[in-house]
């Protein structure tokens, strides 16, 4: 081993602040030649920082001393060269000072890394963290804007203010990316361009060199408020995310104060719908069952089925709900059609109510069934399947603006309340819902057609009862 003078002090100069590769190679040099942490100097390019220095060793770095050609071999372990190549990016004067420390250590200590306790460990882990944030901010951050190159070509330029030496690493991701277009990145540190085929550096730029907006921006913006979620917002977790210094470059920014202000109104309007963001309500019954048609939002949407809407006059004093169509109803595409259907109509009639001026409709707008053969077998919804349909339901009823709700069933009824009920404890009383309509609960035809004897009978009165019970109510309301 050679021996280095006790007064001897080395000065590396590195060519480029992000040159983890030079830095290796200086340092495995001076641990051969046993020169201590102490007595090295490591200084980037003119002391700033530039990403794009001139290269070549200095005047200082010629005095580096050369290692025996007996000289040991230096040891690192695995964990330390993937923490130090993300260190050495970082924007601390004294980073590759401590990555020489820790590799001097790793000579007599090959297990020095695991020590989590550590000082010179919790510093380069620090230090790799804060790059590999600032590079996933590189990543999501980055807004690209179209210019009009030469011969009309579309190039599309991004502003970028990274706080650490990672541009030029990053660089590939970009490339890898955004392939097929031209564009460009500028920084304060320096920049990057890709044209297709080739990357190419320059110096750093400033602010105004990147362009300030194009027209896409503004479809940009509409998508991104449209998949804004204010059921998951959590605003000091968002500014962390994303902090303000960023805000000045991503055209969506300027929605997010607002999109915060009415967050709590569309996050009660997504409890409402089963923690679903449907959008904005349909103005017209037309329009919603068409909405309906297209909807997804919950598993029976993806069964072979179609979408049944409610029937009736526009302006009907009574709502009808139901569970959900059966199947008749979805070869048909109208509700009550099928055997409980027809045994709803006659118990209308025998209450006095004409079907024909209810609107009749179901809590649940889709046919939920399993395969039997050629057999489609009925399944009941799900409390969670009829809380996501409950955004039509209401739709529905804020455009019929019924008088008198009467809800067959339990789920229809949890359709309404957004609750589960019982209905023996329910029925024959109204309860009143916010907008001023009175509900009224009993059971579904269904429910009969599956008794006989005498439970059928007394059954069978009680939702008999209950009908009079509401046509009475429409008398008094005069509807």
């Given at each position: 081993?050679?021996?280095?003078?006790?007064?001897?002090?080395?000065?590396?100069?590195?060519?480029?602040?992000?040159?983890?590769?030079?830095?290796?190679?200086?340092?495995?040099?001076?641990?051969?030649?046993?020169?201590?942490?102490?007595?090295?100097?490591?200084?980037?390019?003119?002391?700033?920082?530039?990403?794009?220095?001139?290269?070549?060793?200095?005047?200082?770095?010629?005095?580096?001393?050369?290692?025996?050609?007996?000289?040991?071999?230096?040891?690192?372990?695995?964990?330390?060269?993937?923490?130090?190549?993300?260190?050495?990016?970082?924007?601390?004067?004294?980073?590759?000072?401590?990555?020489?420390?820790?590799?001097?250590?790793?000579?007599?200590?090959?297990?020095?890394?695991?020590?989590?306790?550590?000082?010179?460990?919790?510093?380069?882990?620090?230090?790799?963290?804060?790059?590999?944030?600032?590079?996933?901010?590189?990543?999501?951050?980055?807004?690209?804007?179209?210019?009009?190159?030469?011969?009309?070509?579309?190039?599309?330029?991004?502003?970028?203010?990274?706080?650490?030496?990672?541009?030029?690493?990053?660089?590939?991701?970009?490339?890898?990316?955004?392939?097929?277009?031209?564009?460009?990145?500028?920084?304060?540190?320096?920049?990057?361009?890709?044209?297709?085929?080739?990357?190419?550096?320059?110096?750093?730029?400033?602010?105004?060199?990147?362009?300030?907006?194009?027209?896409?921006?503004?479809?940009?913006?509409?998508?991104?408020?449209?998949?804004?979620?204010?059921?998951?917002?959590?605003?000091?977790?968002?500014?962390?995310?994303?902090?303000?210094k960023y805000w000045k470059n991503l055209p969506e920014a300027a929605l997010i104060p607002d999109l915060?202000?009415?967050?709590?109104?569309?996050?009660?309007?997504?409890?409402?719908?089963?923690?679903?963001?449907?959008?904005?309500?349909?103005?017209?019954?037309?329009?919603?069952?068409?909405?309906?048609?297209?909807?997804?939002?919950?598993?029976?949407?993806?069964?072979?089925?179609?979408?049944?809407?409610?029937?009736?006059?526009?302006?009907?004093?009574?709502?009808?709900?139901?569970?959900?169509?059966?199947?008749?109803?979805?070869?048909?595409?109208?509700?009550?059609?099928?055997?409980?259907?027809?045994?709803?109509?006659?118990?209308?009639?025998?209450?006095?109510?004409?079907?024909?001026?209810?609107?009749?409709?179901?809590?649940?707008?889709?046919?939920?069934?399993?395969?039997?053969?050629?057999?489609?077998?009925?399944?009941?919804?799900?409390?969670?399947?009829?809380?996501?349909?409950?955004?039509?339901?209401?739709?529905?009823?804020?455009?019929?603006?019924?008088?008198?709700?009467?809800?067959?069933?339990?789920?229809?009824?949890?359709?309404?309340?957004?609750?589960?009920?019982?209905?023996?404890?329910?029925?024959?009383?109204?309860?009143?819902?916010?907008?001023?309509?009175?509900?009224?609960?009993?059971?579904?035809?269904?429910?009969?057609?599956?008794?006989?004897?005498?439970?059928?009978?007394?059954?069978?009165?009680?939702?008999?009862?209950?009908?009079?019970?509401?046509?009475?109510?429409?008398?008094?309301?005069?509807?």
């Amino acid at each position: 081993m050679q021996n280095v003078s006790l007064g001897a002090h080395y000065v590396v100069n590195l060519p480029e602040p992000d040159d983890f590769a030079f830095w290796r190679e200086r340092a495995r040099g001076l641990i051969q030649c046993d020169v201590p942490p102490d007595r090295v100097s490591w200084v980037e390019p003119g002391g700033t920082g530039d990403l794009f220095a001139s290269e070549g060793p200095s005047r200082g770095e010629r005095r580096l001393p050369v290692p025996p050609e007996d000289a040991r071999e230096v040891r690192a372990s695995k964990r330390f060269l993937q923490l130090a190549r993300k260190a050495a990016l970082h924007s601390d004067p004294a980073r590759f000072g401590l990555l020489y420390r820790m590799l001097w250590r790793l000579q007599s200590n090959p297990r020095a890394m695991e020590d989590k306790a550590d000082a010179d460990v919790r510093r380069i882990e620090e230090l790799d963290k804060a790059v590999r944030r600032d590079a996933h901010k590189m990543h999501a951050f980055v807004r690209f804007r179209v210019v009009e190159a030469e011969g009309g070509a579309e190039h599309y330029v991004a502003w970028f203010e990274p706080d650490h030496h990672i541009v030029r690493a990053e660089a590939g991701f970009f490339m890898r990316r955004f392939a097929n277009m031209n564009w460009s990145i500028l920084t304060p540190r320096g920049c990057i361009h890709w044209d297709g085929e080739t990357m190419r550096e320059s110096g750093p730029a400033r602010r105004g060199d990147a362009p300030g907006g194009d027209p896409v921006e503004e479809l940009w913006r509409s998508y991104y408020a449209s998949i804004f979620n204010p059921a998951r917002l959590k605003v000091g977790a968002m500014l962390s995310e994303m902090p303000r210094k960023y805000w000045k470059n991503l055209p969506e920014a300027a929605l997010i104060p607002d999109l915060i202000a009415g967050a709590q109104a569309r996050e009660a309007q997504m409890v409402e719908t089963g923690g679903k963001d449907m959008g904005d309500k349909p103005e017209t019954l037309d329009a919603v069952g068409e909405a309906i048609a297209r909807c997804r939002a919950c598993p029976i949407g993806e069964l072979e089925n179609r979408a049944v809407m409610g029937e009736g006059p526009r302006t009907a004093p009574l709502m009808i709900v139901g569970e959900q169509p059966g199947d008749q109803e979805d070869v048909k595409g109208r509700p009550f059609v099928g055997p409980a259907g027809q045994l709803l109509d006659e118990y209308l009639e025998r209450a006095g109510i004409d079907r024909g001026e209810a609107y009749v409709t179901n809590a649940v707008k889709h046919f939920k069934y399993v395969p039997r053969g050629k057999r489609r077998l009925h399944q009941s919804p799900a409390a969670k399947e009829i809380d996501t349909c409950r955004w039509w339901l209401e739709a529905e009823r804020d455009l019929v603006k019924p008088r008198v709700i009467l809800a067959l069933g339990a789920s229809a009824a949890r359709g309404l309340l957004g609750r589960t009920v019982s209905i023996s404890k329910v029925r024959g009383e109204p309860m009143p819902l916010e907008g001023g309509a009175e509900l009224w609960v009993t059971a579904h035809p269904s429910y009969l057609l599956r008794l006989d004897g005498d439970a059928r009978e007394k059954q069978a009165a009680l939702f008999a009862a209950d009908l009079a019970a509401v046509k009475e109510r429409l008398a008094e309301l005069g509807a």
